[in-house]
């Protein structure tokens, strides 16, 4: 019963959305705002997102209950399963993470609906249309091709889904986290089309864009932290970014989102860059989208392709093809007609903004160069794969300038600064630099050029971060400046560890017995011994060693090399050691073979010692962090901009009387 | 304004490049099989002992009596193995000479397994720990490889045999025969 609710919901808010979308163009194109069809618009929305808010909870329902009726639970549940993975099933796969994407989005339309009231009522209508146009592809989607309500012929004795691999508190929300990011963008570039279809880009369009942008690159940010951490321990190189095509499917959204957070302020606050933000606005959403199809049709080899489905890539891929085709058709043609907005000068926050976003559209552009060539060179025959050493200088290129850009803007007034007013802090950041320049170069040698750079400005950005904060008022600072304040931090203390990361790690690759000593870095790692445990479905090799750091207390660490045999696969589970200033990673391998001199068989052991390489995660989560101070920032001022304009009206309707 | 024209059309002429690109792609027909790694090197070194009662185990000097074999990687448990059964019996008929590893097997399984589908095999070593399979560059059940008389890999099928493939293994051992 519950299955065939869920889906009959789903179905009536698809019917809604296209109600929505015939209403709202229908009344646009008579140009009657207030007309009887237009009245329809802001309901259907708000119903819309009810309805399928209470699809996606009756599949959660199902999931919990273990319904094996319902083909997709037993596919992906199991009724041993803890309660937290049996609701996390719900969106660990393809039918129910679409459900999801669809239900934030529609959940996300009806708050709009409900709430913005800003913007004039055409831009309204044809923003609430295109969510519903948007909105329609993927109920198409779920409803023809992925239906997660499917029931079997015959119930399943018992679910499928037991994989421990799996059952990761990590794995369990790291998409939907990247999703919301996905989703976000997509109100955004509804927006985008709205104002573009009225010719309406004003800065009150940017106020209504920016909290839906700004919550999107808040989860984007956590997504990319969390996963970039979960692929460092979890795979076992050393690693904690591959310049994996999944990994830079998340990372381009977010460029494209960073770049647009940022022009939409200059909107907001200055009326200039009009164009520019709409194309953002577009390509933000097409980053998402582009990203999700690399991810599900399965087009790029992956260390990540589990979610592989050709039939459905083409649908991505034909939605793709209408929606952003569509937007930037539209954008081609109206583009002439919006005017570009207030001028400024070269050296003004405006100016420094605009030089940023080209650097960051620059490095976006250079990732998906590198993501899409290897299509590139198949297409003529040749496989190739790109890695780090095309990412890594050709994004410093644009990277490097953008930082010390970074640390300056903040400080520049809007419209024009003079050179005069930003000379000490320029003067204090440029010996910031020199002086940690000197101090690395002195104390460490045949460091690479990148690290070193990156290091300097990391150290500058982090300490020009607070400079805005100078001479003000703390207490009564708007919490959107904290946040902004904060972000700066984060990306300046995350460059540092990376930059830390890859210029002090020290790896040893060792084949050690029991007994033996291994020295890395300030590390005495002892190996005890190395003794099989057995789990569920794998046995492994555990490595019981003791690490001392600088002669200190010995503390136990235990990497383990599993054998998977349903199917047979190897996997590394590492040992992490972190302490303030860095940590120790220890992986065991095989056993050597083939040295029949040794009295005691000898194992592999990889050991790095990585100073400060907790720095990139914790910058991560600041930078998120500020996010959500300028979210919750602006969404109080909002409220209390609402409080008093009530309170004037109030007033107004008292003294009419 | 001639320019500016012009620019603005050039986000979507990029997004039309990249919809070709990948379209071409999606539907091209799958030539996307990874070539192996083994190809050409010689068997490593292994010793296996029979998995069955009547036939014997195998080792590297098996595969080197200048008679070119098909090496087939099973067992009981696996459901493609006995799909591919037919094809094998066929593949011996015409004449190959096919030898085999059982991964993870016992000595009662596989004798019900043979009783049950036929035995095409003159050798089968028992690899209960999976190391020649992960050794020969095998990662599943079922994989066949042709190896030549010098014990050198020539080529490995991936998945079970069809009927199609029997013509080509058949070929396949005729190459490594020459």
Known sequence: ?657 | MTRVKWTVWLPLAVFAGFVALVALQLFRPAGREVESAMIGKPVPAFTLPPASADRPGLSPADLRDGKPKLLNVWASWCIPCAAEAPQLAALQRQGADIVSVAVRDTPDDVARFLARYGNPYSRIGADDLSQVQLGIGSSGVPETFVIDGQGIIRYQHIGDIREPDVAMLLGKLREAAR
């Not at chain 1, 969510?131 to 023809?144: C, E, I, T």
């Not at chain 1, 998409?175 to 004003?202: D, E, H, K, M």
């Not at chain 1, 933000?277 to 589990?306: D, E, K, P, Y």
């Not at chain 1, 998906?368 to 780090?388: F, H, I, Q």
Request: with cysteine; glycine share 10%.
């Open chain 1, 1 to 657: 019963m519950m299955a065939e609710f869920g889906l009959a919901a789903l179905w009536l808010a698809a019917a809604l959305a296209a109600l929505q979308l015939l209403a709202g163009s229908l009344s646009l194109k008579a140009g009657e705002e207030s007309g009887q069809l237009a009245a329809l618009v802001r309901p259907l929305a708000i119903v819309q997102g009810v309805l399928t808010g209470l699809s996606f909870a009756a599949l959660l329902v199902l999931f919990v209950n273990t319904d094996l009726s319902v083909k997709l639970v037993a596919m992906n549940s199991h009724s041993a399963k803890p309660f937290i993975y049996k609701l996390s099933g719900a969106w660990g796969n393809h039918e129910g993470s679409m459900l999801l994407w669809v239900t934030v989005m529609a959940g996300a339309g009806g708050l709009i609906a409900l709430f913005e009231r800003r913007l004039p009522e055409p831009t309204m209508l044809a923003t609430l249309a295109a969510q519903a146009f948007v909105g329609l592809g993927f109920y198409a989607f779920l409803l023809f091709s992925s239906n997660p309500f499917e029931r079997l012929p015959s119930p399943a004795p018992k679910g499928l889904g037991l994989n421990p691999l799996l059952q990761d508190i990590g794995l369990a929300f790291h998409p939907p986290t990247l999703y919301l990011g996905y989703v976000g963008l997509s109100i955004a570039f509804s927006f985008a089309v709205g104002a573009l279809l009225t010719r309406q880009v004003t800065p009150d369009f940017a106020r209504a864009m920016r909290p839906w942008v700004l919550g999107a690159w808040i989860f984007l940010t956590i997504g990319i932290t969390a996963g970039s951490y979960w692929a460092y321990y979890e795979l076992g190189w050393g690693g904690w970014w591959f310049w994996d095509p999944v990994e830079n499917a998340s990372l381009m959204p977010w460029l494209a989102a960073t770049a647009l957070l940022h022009s939409v302020s200059v909107l907001a606050a200055r009326d200039a860059l009009r164009t520019w933000t709409i194309m953002l606005g577009v390509a933000a959403f097409s980053m998402s989208m582009v990203g999700t199809f690399l991810v599900r049709s399965g087009i790029l080899t992956s260390v990540h392709a589990f979610a592989v489905d050709p039939e459905r890539g083409s649908f991505i891929l034909v939605l793709l093809a209408i929606y952003i085709g569509g937007a930037l058709t539209l954008f081609a043609l109206r583009a002439g007609t919006i005017a570009e907005g207030e001028r400024f000068a070269v050296l003004s926050r405006e100016g420094a903004l605009v030089f940023n976003n080209v650097m960051l559209t620059a490095i976006l552009a250079i990732v998906l160069v590198g993501t899409l060539y290897p299509l590139v060179t198949e297409a003529m025959g040749v496989k190739v794969s790109v890695g780090p050493p095309y990412f890594n200088p050709v994004g410093a290129i644009f990277a490097l300038p953008m930082l010390a850009v970074m640390a300056i803007g903040p400080l520049l007034r809007w419209r024009r600064e003079s050179f005069a007013a930003i000379r000490l802090p320029v003067l204090v950041l440029g010996l910031v630099t020199v002086a940690v320049l000197a101090i690395v170069m002195a104390s460490s040698s045949g460091i690479g050029l990148l690290p070193l750079a990156g290091l300097a400005l990391g150290v500058s950005v982090a300490v020009a971060s607070v400079l805005p904060l100078r001479g003000r008022k703390l207490r009564r600072m708007p919490l959107s400046v904290w946040g902004m304040v904060l972000a700066h931090m984060g990306i300046g203390v995350a460059i540092c560890g990376m930059a830390s990361e890859s210029a002090f790690s020290v790896e040893r690759l060792v084949a050690a017995k029991a007994g033996d000593t291994v020295e890395v870095g300030p590390w005495q790692v002892r190996l005890v011994a190395v003794e099989p445990v057995a789990g569920p479905n794998w046995t492994a090799l555990e490595g019981r060693m003791q690490a001392r750091y600088d002669d200190g207390e010995p503390i136990e660490l235990a990497p383990q090399a599993r054998a998977f045999w349903t199917p047979p696969q190897q996997t590394s589970e590492a040992a992490l050691l972190t302490r303030w200033n860095g940590q120790l990673y220890a992986v065991i391998g095989e056993q050597v073979h083939g040295d029949a001199s040794a009295d005691a068989p000898r194992w592999q052991l990889r050991l790095w010692w990585k100073p400060f390489v907790t720095l990139i995660w914790y910058g991560g989560l600041l930078i998120a962090l500020g996010g959500a101070l300028a979210l919750v920032g602006r969404v109080l001022t909002e409220l209390r901009r609402h409080a008093a304009l009530r309170r004037i009206a109030e007033r107004r309707q008292e003294q009419g009387r």
